[in-house]
Structure formats: C-alpha cells, structure tokens
C-alpha cells in the first residue's frame, strides 16, 4: 500500500488569530503548546470527531448525514489529501472531506467513490462545530480549502452538490451554478455546483504552492 501523500502547502501551514501582547509567565506559557489556529489534512484518527460535527450538523436539518462513520474512514484512508481540518488549539471545529471523481457530472456513486488521479475533486461535506457557528469560519476553510487544492497537481476542478437554499453561499465562493443534479438522498433534491482550480496566474504569484 503506498504511503498517504505529504503534501507542502502554504494553505497547510498554522497561524494565528490572535497575537496576545503580554507577556505570559513561564507556568503560563508551558499550558499553551497547540497552535491557536491550524489547518491540516485529515486522518482516520480524525474520524470520530468528524463524524459527531457532522452527525449534529446535518439530522437535525434534513435527517441524513452525508457521509456515514465507515464512509468517513475509508476517504480518511484512501485520501486524506483532499480533506482539510481546522483545529483551535488542538480541537476541531470545521472540516471538508473530498475524494477523487473522473466524470463529467456526479451520479449516484460518486457518494461513495473515490477515483485515484482524476482531474475533479468531489466535495463530499463542509461541516462546522455548533458553538463555532455564524463566525464565518465555513467561508473561511472553504477559501483556504480551494487554493490548497489550486497547489496539488492535475486537478483541474471541484464538484459539489447542495440544496437550493446553499446555492448563494457557494456562488460567493466561486461556484458556478449546473443545474439539476442527478443525486437523490431520500426526498431531498441537489443542485450541481462547479469551481475551476486551473489558475495559472495564481500559480505565478504563489511560489509556495
């Protein structure tokens, strides 16, 4: 089995949001040894606190989680490259899951699928922490997601489908409207979403990538 790829990405690097001005003590100092603010690729160690964020997230909206705990396992072990997790000091608050798709649009199957070296991310599920909510933070990882994404080579595009009331919320992020989507989960309908990562003046402005 190849190794899970490494990748170096300064959409992957910690930061912080805030800078404290005083100095703290030494006793003080040894309690705070997490970055403030992180975001990394996902693991299968990950896959409990995704899957409660996610389970809290979505039954009590529509009754249905997008992925299920086995589903967010095995994307978590077959690529977490395409998965990005916001941690504050050490805890998770929002992630993305995606995984690999080679078709034009998303049938059925993409839910489930993922396919080694293609040129399109399926993005699976965008999940914020209830107490995290309302703070911006799902528009936030969305845009350190997409150009993390415009750094891994060969990827041409990303793919998602939501529910007509997100439709505004992903527009804002980029996305271009498909129309209909051919995915069903229960009663609830999907519209087909689209984000081009072909950036090449991106890419010359950022040697990082």
Not at 119 to 126: G, N, Q
Request: glycine share 8%; hydrophobic share 40%.
């Amino acid at each position: 089995m190849m190794a899970p790829q490494v990748v170096s990405s300064p959409f992957l690097k910690p930061f912080f949001l805030k800078t404290p001005i005083s100095v703290a003590s030494p006793r003080r100092q040894r309690r705070h040894t997490l970055p403030a603010s992180e975001f990394r690729n996902l693991t299968p160690q990950d896959a409990i606190s995704v899957f409660e964020i996610e389970r809290e997230a979505f039954i009590s909206v529509s009754g249905e989680c997008p992925l299920t705990l086995d589903e967010v396992l095995s994307f978590l072990g077959q690529c977490p490259e395409l998965s990005m997790g916001w941690f504050e000091e050490g805890q998770l608050v929002a992630f993305i899951i995606g995984s690999g798709w080679d078709k034009e649009k998303l049938v059925q199957g993409a839910l489930t699928t993922h396919v080694p070296d293609s040129p399109t991310v399926h993005i699976h599920v965008l999940s914020v922490h209830r107490h995290c909510r309302q703070q911006g933070k799902g528009s936030i990882l969305l845009w350190r997601y997409l150009q993390y994404l415009r750094c891994l080579p060969g990827l041409r595009r990303a793919l998602l489908v939501c529910e007509e009331f997100l439709v505004p919320f992903y527009q804002k992020a980029g996305f271009k409207e498909k129309g209909p989507s051919a995915i069903t989960v229960g009663a609830l309908a999907f519209t087909e979403m689209e984000y081009p990562l072909g950036g090449l003046a991106y890419a010359r402005r950022n040697s990082g990538c």
